[in-house]
């Protein structure tokens, strides 16, 4: 095979981030801003022009190409997700990153293997997440972990020691959300490890993690009957709850805020301590403006996007 090029969507948590990394119920959904690249074999790896080397390959491309025979390949990147601010930048990545390499290596990419090697690589450079990021990258449009769901909806199940996930497609009526980015780059790992730390001593944090589940269930039913006022207040009290966990800050807070006079409701997405926030609403231009006001960077997102892209 000469060359591949691929593509994978970032993606925003609308409920249920953390507390999937214990199995409980998430929703997320893939969103038009992308991770794209092409890549060739050749005789030592290349990225953008230049040797590979600890800076310019992330642990992800390490692990998936060691994964499959390590084989060189050169790499141009054409287009990224912001990294670090909940995005599910290192997601898109990994999903795309493990379509070419096993594209180039004559592999199967059907959506089942990709979600599963983009999860490993997730996980081998991350530490204990979830395969939410993942397999909404791989799958785009819509996707739930761990509710009930009909069985042409299922996707796959995703098992890592004594933790497991069962991912299915959500279809989503049309919503505007308006992200909104703080500008502090918190990467995903360290607050995993805090919520875990907090969960493990404290038995008010276990109950406020089962609460975030309930709330993700009632938030599905909502979408499911295209109520958004429902959404938007659950995404609010979403808010309060990841607060109490400890992985909201004053600028999150303070987006979230000046978002909810133009909105149905707004919370932290993705892993929070900085990163991004979301806001559900029909007025995005009035919400985008609050943003900028209060400090943030907005973005008016569309959803509705494909997942993994491979065209060789
Ligand atoms: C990150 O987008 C969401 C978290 O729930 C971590 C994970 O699910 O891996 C915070």
Known sequence: ?????????????????????????????????????????????RINGAPANQYNMSPHMKYLSEMHGN????????GRVPSGSGLGSS??????????????????????????DAFEAEYAAQGRGSPMDTSASVQGGGIALNV??????????????????????????????????????????????????????????????????????EGLKAIESNDKVKLGELMTYGHKLLSILGVSCPQLNKLVKASQPYSYGAKLTGS???????????KPEKVAEAITLHGGTPYIVNTGVPGVTVKV
């Open 91 to 116: 997601a898109a990545l990994s999903a795309a990153y493990a379509a070419a390499v096993r594209a180039l290596n004559h592999l199967p990419t059907d959506k089942a293997s990709l979600a599963k």
């Open 148 to 217: 009930p769901y009909k069985k042409e909806d299922f996707l796959w199940h995703i098992d890592k020691g004594d933790r497991s996930w069962d991912i299915s497609k959500i279809d989503v009526p049309k919503m505007t959300f308006v992200i909104g980015n703080t500008g502090i780059r918190a990467p995903t790992g360290p607050l995993v490890e805090k919520v875990r730390k907090y969960k493990d001593t404290n038995t008010f944090a276990r109950s406020i993690v089962d609460e975030i589940g309930d709330v993700t269930l």
């Open 272 to 282: 929070g301590g900085g990163g991004c926030m979301i806001a559900l609403t029909d």
């Open 71 to 78: 084989r060189p390949m050169t790499v141009f990147i054409d």
């Open 1 to 45: 095979m000469k060359s591949v090029s691929v593509s994978a969507p970032g993606k925003f948590v609308v409920l249920g981030e953390h507390a999937v990394v214990y199995g409980k119920p998430a929703i997320a959904l893939a969103m038009d801003m992308r991770f794209s690249m092409r890549a060739h074999p050749s005789n030592e790896f």
